[in-house]
């Protein structure tokens, strides 16, 4: 039967095809035909039957269901946020639009993509001019949209740089200006001047008589707020353990950041510490290295050193250079004696004259080393032989402590920097810290000067095989009483 002979069938399939496809008039509907193999449609007016169409009844209506349905306007407020609404599951999705699918659009929380954001212009342009907007007028309203967004994100960018920039100053504030911050800064170059320094051989370690206060005896003095480091001046070119040329002790009093330096004369006539042996204090070094020398030094004067330094003379050069050098003044006698010795090792260097002198790490060096000729201190004094020859030392280590202090960071840590690779020492990182906080926090900024044994309290004395010699027979309590006070001060010990 076909749809000639009975009109209700047609009918029927119309309605069905209706249903289908949409009504689209009569001129777009699908051609109905009866055939052996039941219904067949024929595609609209210009369109290609899709190959493998022709079969039976029902045929699939997928093949044409996304080329000829008819457009639906797409309703954009679907996708827009709406605050107002309390779904379960628009809340499920932390506030923000959601999609047919369920899932929450790209973007950040309760704010719409790029794309959404083009979508409620389009949406909000048809409600004003009553159509859709066209190509062009899509272009128009995307290019804004874009650029805006542009803008505001470059906006953000750019406050966040500032912000950094902040955070930055306030950090450099902190860490230069304030108390707190100098502290972290002296806790990292302690950290730093530990690992830069020279390491001590396990043997020397083992060397030294007294490791921990625990160790020495009852009356010797010893207060955990005082550090003693005994600093030794060498010449290590050779390679050999020699005479030390100059042997101080650097103390500091850790509550009121006082410093202290004291030179121990050389030509001091000691005990040698494990030796059974009488030689000048400077002897014990090259005798049997740097436990000896402690050894002797404490037992002399019964106080206890918590560790040592080893300095180069080439890194007392390299610090005064790199510090752009030190004013000291200089005597007649002294830059004559200077100019025509080899104290001073460049002979360009040996220039110097009567009044204050600019001097160079080669220069100071030699000046330190002068004997023969005397120097006066502060009050006018001529102080000659070994005295003065410390007295000198003292000088320039005054110079370069002043110089440091007024010097800015930078200078600092390249003076720092190049001295510490000329440095031996097992002192911690946790004493080097101690000693710079009370440096650097010391109101004072005053350094205190003396000799031992005291100026007053010694005798020379010739020796035979030995030569001569500071003697301190019968003098050697009250220079033990005369450092002790010195160096602790009001403290117990």
Not at 248 to 277: K, M, P
Not at 307 to 317: E, T
Not at 458 to 463: D, G, L
């Given at each position: ?7 209700i069938f ?5 309605e ?13 509907l ?18 290609r ?15 044409y ?14 996708e ?9 599951e ?14 929450k659009?790209k ?8 794309e959404?954001?083009?979508r ?39 406050k ?34 530990k ?6 051989d396990?043997?020397?370690i ?49 509550i ?7 030179s ?23 005798a ?22 080893i ?5 007392f ?5 790199k ?17 025509s ?9 040996r ?21 023969a ?37 930078l ?20 004493n ?37 010699v500071?003697?301190?027979?019968g003098?050697?309590?009250?220079n033990?009483?005369?450092?002790r ?9």
């Amino acid at each position: 039967m076909s749809y000639r002979d009975d009109d209700i069938f047609f009918d029927d399939v119309e309605e069905a095809l209706k249903n289908k496809y949409g009504d689209y008039g009569d001129e777009d509907l699908p051609k109905v035909d009866m055939g052996l193999s039941g219904i067949r449609t024929a595609p609209p007016p210009g369109r290609r039957r899709p190959a493998g169409t022709y079969g039976t009844c029902p045929r699939p209506a997928s093949r044409y269901e996304n080329t000829r349905r008819r457009p639906v306007r797409h309703n954009y407020e679907d996708e827009l946020p709406n605050e107002e609404e309390d779904t379960e599951e628009y809340a499920s999705h932390g506030g923000g639009p959601v999609r047919p699918s369920g899932k929450k659009p790209k973007g950040k929380k309760g704010k719409m993509t790029e794309e959404q954001e083009k979508r409620l212009a389009y949406h909000k342009f048809e409600e004003r001019s009553g159509r859709k907007p066209s190509r062009k007028e899509k272009k128009l309203i995307d290019k804004k949209i874009h650029s805006r967004r542009r803008k505001e994100k470059l906006g953000k960018v750019f406050k966040g740089f500032l912000a950094v920039i902040a955070l930055l100053v306030l950090f450099v504030v902190f860490l230069f200006y304030t108390k707190p911050g100098k502290r972290v800064l002296l806790r990292f170059a302690s950290v730093y001047v530990k690992k830069a320094t020279k390491g001590v051989d396990k043997e020397e370690i083992e060397g030294i008589p007294f490791k921990s206060p625990e160790n020495i005896p009852d009356d010797w003095a010893y207060n955990e707020n005082v550090i003693n480091i005994l600093l030794i001046g060498a010449d290590a070119s050779g390679g050999e353990r020699t005479n030390t040329d100059s042997m101080i002790i650097f103390s500091e009093n850790t509550i009121t950041g006082q410093v202290t330096l004291v030179s121990l004369l050389r030509d001091t006539y000691v005990d040698i510490y494990g030796q059974n042996v009488k030689r000048k204090l400077n002897y014990a070094y090259r005798a049997d290295g740097i436990g000896c020398l402690m050894g002797t030094i404490e037992s002399t004067y019964k106080i206890y050193l918590d560790s040592y330094a080893i300095v180069d003379f080439q890194a007392f050069r390299d610090v005064v250079d790199k510090l752009g050098g030190v004013d000291l003044y200089i005597s007649s006698e002294e830059a004559s004696y200077l100019n025509s010795e080899t104290l001073i090792k460049n002979g360009d260097n040996r220039n110097l004259k009567e009044g204050i002198n600019h001097l160079n790490g080669d220069q100071a060096n030699g000046y330190c080393r002068v004997r023969a000729i005397g120097t006066r201190d502060d009050s006018g004094n001529l102080i000659i032989d070994d005295h003065g020859r410390t007295l000198r030392q003292r000088k320039v280590l005054r110079a370069i402590y002043d110089n440091y202090k007024n010097e800015d960071i930078l200078t600092v840590y390249s003076a720092t920097n190049s001295v510490l690779g000329n440095i031996t020492t097992p002192i911690s990182s946790g004493n080097i810290y101690t000693m710079l906080e009370g440096i650097y926090f010391n109101d004072s900024k005053e350094m205190k000067q003396m000799q031992i044994p005291d100026a007053s309290k010694y005798s020379y004395q010739s020796i035979s095989g030995v030569g001569s010699v500071v003697s301190i027979d019968g003098y050697l309590e009250d220079n033990i009483n005369i450092l002790r006070e010195a160096l602790y001060g009001d403290l117990t010990y």
